[in-house]
């Protein structure tokens, strides 16, 4: 049975001219690090009452992000991993029939894209969202460190009450 890849973190960035997109990858190893060696099961358990949120729920909704700041600041790819008009919250609900491994290996995907197109663009780069907001690279990825940051919040709790494991 598949099992998400076990992580070693690396300490966080204190330095240097990348510090932006740094942190992005520390965040980024610590979301992978508390949904890291699980089954489907564990993944798609949501035990943190009222809320339904699972790691797996939360691994697709990450994807989405990625996509969302890479096609914001390439113009490609056009859609959304998970999200749909119809149904906003389909990395959520929409779980029945799906592979946490290709879902998994879909996160590592936009991660990928994201680390390789955006470190070469300025971060006072601008581009208009969906909403019709303007923002800067430095905006948009500040969005996406506090998307993950948030996230691995919810996580947290989440690994806790699966396995009690702790830490950051």
């Known amino acids: 049975m598949w099992r998400t890849p076990a992580i070693t973190r690396t300490p966080f960035p204190a330095e240097g001219d ?73 990395a959520f609900t929409d779980l029945a029939n799906a592979d946490p491994e290709a879902d998994y290996a879909t996160l590592l995907a936009e991660m990928a894209a994201v680390r390789t197109a955006l470190p070469t663009r300025d971060l006072d780069d601008t581009a208009v969202d969906e909403d019709g907001d303007k923002m800067t690279l430095r905006v948009a990825v500040l969005h996406v460190l506090e998307e993950y940051s948030r996230h691995t919040g919810h996580a947290d709790l989440i690994r806790e009450r699966l396995d009690g494991s702790v830490g950051h």
């Open 18 to 90: 990348d510090l932006l997109f740094a942190w992005l990858d520390h965040k980024r190893e610590t979301f992978l690090y508390k949904i890291s060696d699980l089954d489907r099961p564990a993944l798609q358990t949501a035990n943190v009452e009222p809320s339904n949120l699972t790691l797996h729920g939360l691994m697709r909704h990450m994807a989405d992000n990625e996509r969302w700041i890479h096609r914001l600041f390439t113009g490609a790819p056009a859609e959304d991993c998970f999200f749909t008009d119809d149904n906003p919250e389909a």
